[in-house]
């Protein structure tokens, strides 16, 4: 089984900082993407930021300049940097890994796809 605990959340004013973190545990050989979604209220969950495991990032629109996702493959770690946070980024940021390959049947890699289970940003004033 593999689990991603996510940590980091909390109440920050507008222009505040917060850096989460979210470490994967379990049985398995690598992770493809890792990646960091976000879920307002009343509103669609939406991905936020994006790191394979070949080193590219990729951010939403809104994000840029001011989130940056970083990976620590040693520690199965992926962290989202975010700075200049405005209300708007109020919501629960999920952790999820894509493409997690595990031990299968027959010796062949079994691939799954995990998600962390939440962590809160409020920011307001």
């Known amino acids: 089984q593999v689990q991603l605990v996510e940590s980091g959340g909390g109440l920050v004013q507008p222009g505040g900082s917060l850096n989460l973190s979210c470490a994967a545990s379990?049985?398995?050989?690598?992770?493809?993407?890792m990646n960091w979604y976000r879920q307002a209220p009343g509103k669609q969950r939406e991905l936020v930021a994006t790191d394979t495991n070949s080193g590219s990032t990729n951010y939403a629109d809104s994000v840029k300049g001011r989130f940056t996702i970083s990976r620590d493959n040693a520690r199965s770690t992926v962290y989202l940097q975010m700075n200049s946070l405005k209300p708007e980024d109020t919501a629960v940021y999920y952790c999820?890994?894509?493409?997690?390959?595990?031990?299968?049947?027959?010796?062949?890699?079994?691939?799954?796809?995990?998600w962390g289970q939440g962590t809160l940003v409020t920011v307001s004033s």
């Open positions: 999820n890994a894509d493409r997690v390959a595990t031990p299968g049947e027959g010796g062949r890699d079994r691939y799954l796809e995990v």
């Open positions: 379990g049985n398995f050989f690598s992770i493809y993407a």
